[in-house]
Nanobody, 123 residues
Framework: QVQLVESGGGLVQAGGSLRLSCAAS????????MAWFRQAPGKEREFVSA????????FYADSVKGRFTSSRDNANNAVYLQMNSLKPEDSGVYYC????????????????WGQGTQVTVSS
């Protein structure tokens, strides 16, 4: 069983930055792929980024490429999402997810989810 807890969300002006953290815990021996999704009010949950737990390889949605960076800290069982040059359309609840396949972009590919952290970008 894996538990995921996100933190680092908040209110920021357009052009600003935030760094989200996802702390993973549990008794599973196997590694996981990790991903970030977000959901704005009235919209479907959308893919943001994915990272391979073992290799560190990353993949990003076109909407955030060049602005967001995902990373992991294996020693601390944590993944991060550095968000720069934030835009109002980046607002939403951001979720950390873990699964058994690497670099998938659909929510159904992930088995474990955090509770979400709110990101609000003002214009």
């Amino acid at each position: 069983q894996v538990q995921l807890v996100e933190s680092g969300g908040g209110l920021v002006q357009a052009g600003g930055s935030l760094r989200l953290s996802c702390a993973a815990s549990g008794r599973a021996f196997s590694s996981y792929s990790m991903a970030w999704f977000r959901q704005a009010p009235g919209k479907e949950r959308e893919f943001v980024s994915a990272i391979s737990w073992n290799s560190g390889s990353t993949f990003y949605a076109d909407s955030v490429k060049g602005r967001f960076t995902s990373s992991r800290d294996n020693a601390n069982n944590a993944v991060y999402l550095q968000m720069n040059s934030l835009k109002p359309e980046d607002s939403g609840v951001y979720y950390c997810a873990a699964g058994f396949q690497d670099l998938r972009i659909t929510a159904s590919a992930y088995s474990y989810w955090g509770q979400g952290t709110q990101v609000t970008v003002s214009s």
